[in-house]
């Protein structure tokens, strides 16, 4: 379990790291728009491991 931990961890790091280095660079305007896509995408990979979900989402992606 430490390890699955380890890499969330590192997950989450990654995107604060790109948050901030976009933040603080010439493209603090994608901001939002990677605000709202690691949420969005972080909502489908979950409802693609629900069994009834996933046949829908498939055919929307």
Not at 52 to 61: A, G, K, M, T, W
């Amino acid at each position: 379990m430490p390890r699955f931990f380890r890499r969330t961890r590192t997950g989450f790091a990654t995107t604060f790291e790109l948050l901030r280095s976009l933040w603080r660079g010439p493209y603090w305007w994608l901001v939002p728009l990677v605000v709202i896509l690691i949420p969005a995408a972080l909502f489908f990979i979950l409802l693609q491991a629900m069994p009834i979900v996933s046949p829908f989402i498939y055919s929307v992606l």
